[in-house]
């Protein structure tokens, strides 16, 4: 197991913060991983890409990054199989997910296509339910093997028991501190059935009885990279604020002062309005507050203009949660983690 103290993090997050972390732990192993949670002691931070999380200049204290590997289909271990078409597969927690993605549909293994290009890891797929373009993590994880902080104990958490919601689980609620993941598995198809529920896929779409998966996540990508900068070139965290979730008359009091509103019906009656909309609305976009800035082709995106440093991004963030507070009433939150 590899361990580090006083480590850059530089390259470990997709904002380009340059974070010093006093300790450093990759458990790659079942025992790296048992071990590590054993031995954990607050405060400890489980990193995977570093692609949804604001790290701060110096954290004291211990990130932990799992560094395994492999991709397996469950049936062909003698494990488990699956009924009606489907296939169970099961990823490290250490796998890059975009990679991921792309090994399956080149497996034969569908349901992900609408999550391809997401950058981050396997791991952190169940904490933040990732989601874009109508699908959901939730929609196609069966289970997540996890170890128990402070005992070391192997446990397997069944996708209900997770409680996932909207860019939400239990593990990034009350488990936030309880367990390491280090897999994760995910109920798949052996047959294509393309998602085409979000609008802008539908539109890019010519012929849908032709389309393959592999157009599919390429067209998602193509449609990702047209709104989102490229991490390697642009640090950022991608999407930076939830859509906040209104009841009707809220929705509708908004709709009638703003009739341009951009806006989505959920199950319960209510609303999700587009965040970007409204940041881009109180006049942020292509702004910039200090080394930080709002993305000029997607105001829900921050990025760093240079060197930009947990401090500067955190006030930024702020500003629009209040410019957006004072002319709408609505209150944005962070998507992305914000570590102290």
Partial sequence: MNTFSDFSLKTYNTFGINSIASNVVMPETSADFRDTAKSATAPFFILGGGSNVVLPDRYEGTIIHPINKGIYKIDERGDQGCLDGRVMVEAAAGEVWANFVDYCIAQGWYGLENLAGIPGTVGASPVQNVGAYGT?????????????????????IAHDDCQFAYRWSRFKGEWKDCYIIDRVRFRLRETFTPNLSYKALSSAVDDNKNLTARQLA????????????NPMEIGSAGSFFKNPVVDSDTFHRLKEQYPEIVAFAVDN?????????????C??????????????????????????????????????????????????????????
């Fill in 136 to 156: 959901e993590a939730k929609d196609v994880i069966d289970s997540v093997h996890c170890y128990e902080i402070g005992t070391g104990n192997e446990l397997w």
């Fill in 218 to 229: 390429d067209i998602v990508v193509s449609i990702r990279d047209s709104k989102l900068p």
């Fill in 269 to 281: 009656g209510g609303f999700k309005l587009a965040a970007g909309w409204l940041i881009d609305q």
């Fill in 283 to 340: 006049g942020w976009k292509g702004r910039s507050l200090g080394k930080a800035g709002v993305y000029e082709k997607q105001a829900l995106v921050l990025v760093n203009r240079g060197c930009a440093t947990s401090s500067d991004i955190i006030a930024l963030s702020q500003q629009i949660i209040s410019d957006v507070k004072a002319k709408f009433s609505i209150t944005i939150e962070p998507e992305a983690i914000i570590l102290d």
